[in-house]
């Protein structure tokens, strides 16, 4: 197999991993997604001759902090456990820190993906939610959680990769993709938490962004993190993929 890597895909690459995932899909009666838009580093496989025979593994990350990546990968039902996902990941990791940690996002119901996941030793740490956010349906929540008056008074330009909106007791951070936002690292400074600050913070960021460049926010949280999850739902997130997130610390 010849093992390929790229920033960028090209249409007839993401409609040849596309047509991957759906024969992953279809085998392991999962609804998974590959991150064409958020990967930030594609590793895929095909046997020496171009989208010829398509392509028959494919792996995506994605930066989600320092020295740490999410991961997404599928490899063709008829190809497994024959090293191909060991091949890639040797071969992300070539490009990526010398050492950090991969976050896999799966649905622990596909058995192939388990005993991948447990010959690499790795830490099953919570089920995800992923949420998405559409403007239309973030102005229909505002109305009904009242003003989204907060001390944010501007948001930087959304034409750079990430963006760090800060106020005095708190911060959060915006990636921006050319499809959609992504939204992470949601704070309030402990002494302040439980005064619905989360909350103005969230909504002011939002309804800045939407106003300067509407396009949909997605985001990752806990399922155990009750608190958070009942924020994003009031804000108007819903849920679109619940997954079991395992950790995979490296050295090279």
């Known amino acids: 197999m010849n093992t390929i890597i790229h920033t960028v895909l090209t249409p007839a690459q993401r409609a040849a991993i596309q047509s991957l995932v759906a024969a992953c899909s279809a085998h392991d009666h999962t609804n998974l997604s590959f991150p064409f838009d958020d990967g930030e580093l594609f590793?895929?496989?095909?046997?020496?001759?171009?989208?010829?025979?398509?392509?028959?593994s494919a792996a995506a990350f994605s930066l989600c902090g320092a020295d740490s990546w999410d991961c997404s990968a599928f490899t063709?039902?008829?190809?497994?456990?024959?090293?191909?996902?060991?091949?890639?990941?040797?071969?992300?990791?070539?490009?990526?820190s010398r050492e950090g940690s991969i976050f896999f996002y799966a649905d622990p119901s596909c058995q192939d993906t388990m005993a991948a996941l447990s010959a690499l030793h790795t830490e099953h740490l919570a089920d995800e939610h992923m949420m998405e956010l559409a403007p239309g349906d973030f102005f229909k929540a505002a109305d009904r959680i009242g003003s989204t008056e907060c001390t944010v008074s501007e948001i930087p330009d959304s034409?750079?990769?990430?963006?760090?909106?800060?106020?005095?007791?708190?911060?959060?951070?915006?990636?921006?993709?050319?499809?959609?936002y992504y939204l992470y690292g949601l704070q309030i400074a402990p002494d302040r938490r439980g005064q619905g600050l989360g909350k103005l913070l969230l909504t002011q960021t939002l309804s800045r962004l939407f106003l300067q460049n509407p396009k949909p926010v997605r985001l990752q949280v806990s399922g155990d993190n009750t608190s958070a999850l009942s924020l994003y739902k009031k804000t108007g997130f819903r849920i679109t993929e619940t997954l079991s997130c395992y950790l995979f610390s490296y050295n090279r």
């Open 43 to 56: 590793v895929f496989s095909d046997k020496g001759n171009g989208l010829a025979d398509g392509i028959l």
């Open 76 to 96: 063709h039902p008829s190809l497994r456990n024959q090293g191909a996902f060991s091949a890639l990941l040797e071969a992300g990791l070539s490009k990526l």
């Open 159 to 180: 034409a750079v990769n990430t963006l760090h909106i800060t106020v005095p007791d708190g911060e959060v951070f915006i990636n921006c993709h050319t499809a959609h």
